[in-house]
């Protein structure tokens, strides 16, 4: 390849892979959804949520990150990075607001939401924010994530939480901490849907219909993924 084949961006306006162009006008502010997990499988409850973290906190896009290996899930069996990253892309697609990126996946060792952060400010200019989207049961605990500080510095934080759902635990652990977190929390209909309860579910051969985008469960079935012979 030339040299002169290569994509360079313009200034001011991040391109790396996957991820969403944006900050190209220096005269406004851009916001970027970051929703992170392990994805295994993706599900209505993660789609619906960053669908009103979209609406909500009017950002230009939210960006789905399948973790490559997953801090919490080191002593868990989980399915292959490149199964977890096709599925997010299926139930992604028809959005043109939300993407799916292989920028945890592609990189080594363990995933840590600070380095994400840290690896997306490198790339993105200073006028596109970053705004974390994680679940409600998530959000207490990110006080005791890897590098806390850092993630306080580099994100607004976006909980997602079900109507009536207690936010005293999580409100206790921000007052608690020293690091100042600028967090939203957001409600989502409904939504009790996990991961385990769908892997579940395909082991005891019950379908995933109106849980998952019906391409991902298609491709569950396809591959034969959380249940060997599985007929979906
Ligand atoms: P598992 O059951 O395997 O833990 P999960 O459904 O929690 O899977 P993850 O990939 O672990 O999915 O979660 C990614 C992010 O999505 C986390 O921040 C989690 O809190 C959030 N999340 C998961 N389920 C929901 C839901 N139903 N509504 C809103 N957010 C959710
Ligand atoms: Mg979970």
Do not use: C
């Amino acid at each position: 390849m030339e040299a002169s084949d290569r994509k360079q961006a313009a200034p001011g306006q991040a391109s790396r892979g996957d991820l969403p162009r944006l900050g190209s006008d220096p005269t406004r502010v851009y916001r970027l959804g970051i929703m992170g997990g392990t994805f295994d499988p993706i599900h209505n409850g993660h789609l619906v949520a960053a669908e009103q973290a979209l609406f909500d906190l009017e950002l230009d896009a939210v960006v789905f990150m399948p973790a490559g290996s997953p801090a919490f899930k080191q002593n868990k069996q989980v399915t292959a990075a490149e199964d977890r990253y096709a599925m997010t892309l299926l139930a992604t697609s028809d959005n043109p607001h939300f993407l799916a990126s292989r920028f945890e996946i592609d990189r080594e060792g363990i995933t840590y939401t600070a380095d994400t952060l840290s690896g997306l400010r490198e790339i993105y200019p200073s006028n596109v924010e970053f705004y974390f989207i994680t679940g409600a049961d998530a959000i207490a605990e990110v006080v005791t994530w890897h590098d806390a500080e850092r993630i306080a510095k580099l994100a607004h934080l976006v909980g997602a939480t079900r109507p009536g759902y207690d936010l005293r635990a999580a409100q206790r652990a921000f007052a608690q901490t020293d690091l100042h977190f600028d967090v939203t929390y957001l409600e989502v209909p409904a939504l009790a849907i996990s991961s385990s309860y769908l892997r579940d579910r395909v082991r005891a051969g019950q379908s995933l219909r109106y849980l998952t985008p019906e391409p991902v469960s298609g491709y569950i079935g396809k591959h034969e993924l959380y249940s060997a012979g599985n007929t979906l």
